[in-house]
């Protein structure tokens, strides 16, 4: 295990439903990430915060929202998804923007919609 | 934009050989790095190598090896002596040296090592 994990391990939800995704580093690192790993698609970044302030937002739908309320936690707050939205979610962490290139993943959450 | 393929969706290799993983890449960049990351079906995704691009000499990191090629643009990753802990998805990256960016990954491969 590496110092980073999330919770839930695994969610199903309806579409009306509303759900939170959380992950924690234990690294001391001060930038996190949220990717999703769709199945035979490379992995897609959602969401950079580094010291808490959100610095890259790739288009994602406004469904999945943030909240960075400290450099060792990250949330995914889920509403009113979308069968394709299933997927696994990755959170990372790296100690620094600037050292970005070095990224600890969590375990993931396997989200399946239904 | 930068691109990353990785042609070889699935491959086996049985115990204590030896496999060799391919990743193409696509960049206008001179300075960049590459990574292999590996992801068991625990899904924990694990740094394995990295290499900068302006570095002739190809990484090692004890059974694991790259062959950069970097007029080529050929990322391969290769695994000596193959263990059963070894079996994972494996994916290549990349990302644009300096400023903070984006890693970009390729589909991955899945590899396979039998007893």
């Known amino acids: 295990e590496t110092g980073v994990t999330q919770t839930p391990r695994h969610l199903v939800m309806g579409m009306t439903n509303k759900k939170s995704l959380k992950c924690e580093q234990h690294l001391g690192h001060n930038a996190m990430y949220w990717y999703k790993q769709s199945a035979k698609k490379p992995l897609e970044l959602m969401f950079v915060y580094s010291l808490e302030e959100r610095v890259e937002n790739n288009s994602v739908p406004s469904r999945f929202s943030p909240e960075c309320p400290n450099s060792s936690h990250l949330f995914l707050h889920l509403h009113t998804l979308q069968p394709e939205d299933s997927a696994l979610y990755l959170c990372?962490?790296?100690?620094?923007?600037?050292?970005?290139?070095?990224?600890?993943f969590g375990p993931g959450t396997r989200l399946t919609v239904t | 934009a930068q691109t990353v393929t990785q042609s070889q969706p699935e491959m086996s290799v049985q115990e204590a050989e030896t496999v060799t993983l391919s990743c193409t890449y696509d960049t206008s960049e001179n300075n960049y790095y590459l990574f292999w990351y590996k992801q068991p079906p625990s899904r924990q995704m694990i740094l394995v190598i990295r290499q900068e691009a302006y570095k002739q000499q190809n990484a090692t990191e004890n059974r694991f090896s790259v062959n950069f090629q970097k007029a080529a643009k050929s990322f391969s990753l290769k695994i000596s002596d193959s263990q059963l802990g070894d079996t994972a998805m494996y994916f290549c990256a990349f990302m644009k040296h300096a400023t903070p960016d984006k890693l970009i990954f390729g589909t991955g491969t899945r590899l396979q090592v039998f007893p």
């Open positions: 990372a962490s790296s100690q620094s923007l600037a050292s970005s290139y070095e990224q600890y």
